[in-house]
Structure formats: structure tokens, C-alpha cells
């Protein structure tokens, strides 16, 4: 009797080549379902229902097909088990061999912007899990496969084994099949999750993920490292474009990441960001892109050498030219116009990322340690002035508001401790991940120099002791934000009123680990 091959795909890509080889090379009968059926008859290939097969017409709009004995008998029945064979014959049901299936496309539907709950649930597939795992499960009696990228690997294993496939590579198809329904129930778990609108986090959390690309190595050469995907790789970094440059490696990704965070800060107005190991080492507004770029540079010129370059919008070829005046490793920006491409085109090996949406972000944080993980919501509140409360007795005016508030959102970017002094919406001195705030005080006001006179210093935590204060004052100081909330706020206080500083409390803390 001719061997069996089951086939039911939401992705058709390869199908038709796949069955056409199945039959006129090996011989094999196919059955199929729905489009797929359709799909192979219009081809030309001869194929039976699985409503034909099993004798039970599809019902519930197409919601039950493939859920029958004759199907998932034929899947599971171990060949080396006489009462297993015994039971197909007195049941009619062939041995299935092959089982080729993809899930409907749930992933993809949510991704859309308009998509309603309903619309969701109705792509979340039954039928297709139950017979991946299945087929899975009894990999030493048949192949499982769920991805079109398999196909041709497969028929080399016939070709190459007179007909056979090796236990092998079945138990290999068999875990890909297994990670491919995980991925998918994770995705379903993750979206009615989001649906609940709970401020607290989920009971259990799933990470999923699939591999995009094998990284050469990790933050060090004798690390082992890879890109995965969650969800729908038409967002995030998945979606970007790359049109130039070197391969992408771990310590790029995570600092790309870092300098979207920062320059989705700035939707309005024309932005750059110059980043170094996460941390920004030049951001500045302008009013063009060009001028942003040059102010971001200017900032901290010798660190921004070898940087990673966030841009809020296009490309054009003022801006370019200034790229291509030092070494960079990446620039991303949303758009990129020709004549920048071309010039950009003299630094081949700096890699150029388009990524059009640049505020979408992640709605969680998760961090590794030993035996499980940490999760929290991310940190992707609106500074609102309102909210402010000015506790000096010297009040700001509206272009020191205006600053500091870029300094403040800014800050919130940098490691803990944290301290950014700027002026004219421009970084000028950067104090980052320092072990007491003493300490980034005097990095960020010994880097931004003689420029530190009148200009504003933003702290991502509160100063439990008034020397920052008054060392800042020395040095110019003309404002300071910060969130607050230490026993000794009074002092802090106390100190910026003597020494003629405004003094602004947002209320809001964002430390950075």
C-alpha cells in the first residue's frame, strides 16, 4: 500500500513543489483539508479530502476537520505495537507517515492595528496543534513538519535513504514542531493577557521566542549568542532594514535598543542620540536633523567615536556627510533619502538601519538570574510638568521648564546613578552608573566644563545630602531636577534657595540597572 501524507498549511509556500515530489517520486497518497486541498487539485496532483477520508463533513464554519479518530489514529499508531495495528485494521484507518502542517496565521492578525478580540480567537488554530503534537509525540513512526524551510531537506532524506528518513532527523522535525506549537500558545496566553488590562503582572509568564539569526558571539568572543524574535516579526528590530554595513553583532542589538528608548522621547522635534555601552554619550535637539546630529556630536566628541547613532527622522545629505566625518559602528533612523545612501555609501562597513516605527517598545523588561527570571512592566512614563512641583523659592522660567525637562527625559535613559547636566536642549557632560551620586556629579560637571554655567543638572534619584547641591552651584548650576523623596529633601532645598537655584521635585524616580 502506497504510504500516506497528510497535508493541511496556512503557509503555502513550497507546497505545491513538496507534492508534487511526494507523488510522482515516492509514490505517496495525499490527503488534505480546506485551501490546501484545494490548492495541491488545482495543481493538478491528485488528493483526498480529509472530510472524504474520515466520512465526517467539516462543520462548524470549518472549525472541526482534521479532529477525528481516523486522522489522529493514523498519527499516533506505533508500528512496533501489534494491538496498534490491530486497531487500525478493525477501524479502517491507514498509517499516516507524513504530516505536513502550519498553524493559521494568529500572530500575524494580532500585529494589525484594527484587529478586534474576535478576529483573534477566531486564527487561534485547534485542529493544526493537536496534529503537530501528535506527530511530534510519535516521531519514531513518522516525520512531523511545520515549516516550508524543511521540505527540501526532507525529500534529500528520501532520496539519499531509497525512500526512508532517518530517526534522526524525525526527532529533530519532532522538536521543532513541538517549539513551533509552544511559540504559538505562548503568543495566544501573551495577547488575552494584554487584553486584561491588569496592572499587575501575570501569574505565569511565558518567553517565546524564534531565532531571526546566529550571533558570531556575544558581549565577548567566548560567548555563545543568538537573535530571537517574539511574535510578529513585522515589528521591532525584526522589521528594520539594513541597507549597508557589516553583520549586525550582540553588543550592536543592545545598544541600537537603548538609543531607540532614548530618541522616542522626542516625537516632535528633530533629534539625535549618540550612544557608548547603553549609555548616551551626546542627545540633542535642533532645528533641523543636521544640526541635531552636530550638537549631539559636539557634546562628547571624543566618546561619540565608534558610537551607535539614533536619528528621529529621514536621512538627508547634509546629515550624512557629518556621519561620515568619524567612525561609527550603526546609525537607525526611520527613513533614509538617496542622495544619503549614496554618500553614505564612501563608510561601507558602517551598518545603516531603517526602522520606520522607532517609539514602539516592549511592554515588559525581563532579566535572568539564577533559576528563573525577572519581569517588569517597562518604564515608558510620560514626564508631565503639571506634575512638577517647584519647592525653590526662585521659580524657572519657561525656557529653564523647557530644559528641564529634556535633561530630566534624558536622564532617564542613563545608568543609576545617573546625572545629566545640559543646556540649549543638548547633553554637556554625562555623570553614568556611578556607585554614590557624589560621584556622577562631578563626572557629568567636570565633562561639561566652563559650559556648566546657567545650565541645568537632571538625577534620576533623589540626593539624601545637600553636597551635590552646593558642589553644583560651584560649578554654575542654574537648576536642578530630581524626583525626590529623600528624608532630607528640606536640606537639598535649603541649600538650592541659598544658593539661588531653582529647585524643581517631579515625583517620579527612574532608576536604570
Excluded at 70 to 92: F, K, S, W, Y
Excluded at 371 to 377: I, K, P, R, S
Excluded at 392 to 418: G, I, M, Y
Aim: net charge negative; proline share 4%.
Amino acid at each position: 500500500m502506497a504510504r500516506l501524507a497528510l497535508l493541511s498549511v496556512s503557509n503555502k509556500t513550497g507546497l505545491i513543489d513538496l507534492a508534487r515530489s511526494l507523488v510522482e517520486e515516492f509514490g505517496f497518497d495525499l490527503i488534505s483539508s480546506g485551501g490546501t486541498a484545494k490548492a495541491i487539485a488545482d495543481a493538478g496532483l491528485p488528493v483526498t479530502k480529509v472530510a472524504d477520508y474520515t466520512g465526517s463533513p467539516e462543520i462548524l464554519g470549518g472549525r472541526v476537520k482534521t479532529l477525528h479518530p481516523r486522522i489522529h489514529g493514523g498519527i499516533l499508531a506505533r508500528r512496533d505495537v501489534p494491538e496498534d495495528l490491530t486497531d487500525l485494521a478493525n477501524n479502517q484507518i491507514r498509517p499516516i507517515d507524513l504530516v505536513v502542517v502550519n498553524l493559521y496565521p494568529f500572530e500575524e492578525t494580532i500585529a494589525k492595528p484594527d484587529v478586534t478580540l474576535a478576529a483573534a480567537v477566531e486564527q487561534i488554530d485547534i485542529g493544526g496543534p493537536a496534529m503537530l503534537r501528535a506527530a511530534s509525540k510519535n516521531f519514531a513512526h513518522l516525520t512531523v513538519l511545520c515549516d516550508p524551510a524543511q521540505y527540501d531537506n526532507y525529500l534529500q532524506q528520501l532520496r539519499e535513504n531509497k525512500g526512508e528518513v532517518s530517526l534522526e532527523f524525525r526527532q529533530k522535525s519532532a522538536l521543532k514542531g513541538f517549539l513551533h506549537t509552544s511559540s504559538y500558545d505562548a503568543s495566544i496566553a501573551d495577547y488575552l493577557s494584554q487584553q486584561q488590562k491588569t496592572e499587575s503582572t501575570p501569574e505565569q509568564f511565558t518567553l517565546s521566542g524564534k531565532q531571526l539569526q546566529a550571533l558570531r558571539y556575544g558581549e565577548n568572543p567566548h560567548q555563545s549568542a543568538g537573535w530571537y524574535a517574539t511574535g510578529n516579526t513585522t515589528t521591532g528590530w525584526a522589521a528594520a532594514s539594513k541597507l549597508q554595513g557589516k553583520e549586525l553583532s550582540y553588543n550592536n542589538l543592545v545598544d541600537l535598543e537603548a538609543a531607540r528608548r532614548i530618541i522616542s522621547e522626542f516625537p516632535d522635534t528633530p533629534a539625535a542620540a549618540i550612544l557608548k555601552h547603553t549609555n548616551p554619550c551626546g542627545v540633542a535637539l535642533g532645528s533641523n536633523l543636521n544640526e541635531a546630529y552636530q550638537k549631539a556630536f559636539n557634546a562628547d566628541a571624543t566618546s561619540a567615536f565608534g558610537g551607535i547613532v539614533a536619528l528621529n527622522g529621514t536621512i538627508d545629505a547634509a546629515t550624512a556627510r557629518e556621519l561620515t566625518k568619524t567612525f561609527l559602528e550603526c546609525v537607525v533612523a526611520p527613513s533614509c533619502d538617496e542622495d544619503a545612501l549614496s554618500i553614505l555609501g564612501a563608510k561601507s562597513k558602517v551598518r545603516i538601519l531603517i526602522l520606520p516605527d522607532l517609539s514602539s517598545g516592549p511592554k515588559e523588561t525581563v532579566k535572568a538570574i539564577a533559576g528563573g527570571f525577572l519581569v517588569q512592566a517597562a518604564d515608558d512614563i510620560i514626564a508631565d510638568t503639571s506634575q512638577w512641583k517647584i519647592v525653590s523659592d526662585r521659580q524657572p522660567t519657561q525656557t529653564e521648564l523647557e530644559e528641564l525637562l529634556f535633561a530630566w527625559k534624558v536622564c532617564k535613559h542613563v545608568k543609576s546613578n545617573a546625572i545629566v547636566v545640559s543646556s540649549d536642549r543638548t547633553t554637556l557632560g554625562v555623570g553614568a552608573g556611578q556607585m554614590n551620586r557624589v560621584g556622577s556629579v562631578k563626572i557629568a560637571l567636570e565633562q561639561a566644563g566652563d559650559k556648566a554655567k546657567g545650565a541645568i543638572l537632571a538625577s534620576d534619584g533623589f540626593f539624601p545630602f545637600d553636597d551635590s547641591v552646593k558642589f553644583a552651584a560651584q560649578k554654575g548650576i542654574s537648576a536642578i531636577v530630581q524626583p525626590g523623596g529623600s528624608l532630607r529633601d528640606a536640606d537639598s532645598i535649603k541649600a538650592a534657595n541659598e544658593l539661588g537655584l531653582v529647585m524643581v521635585l517631579t515625583g517620579v524616580r527612574h532608576f536604570l540597572h
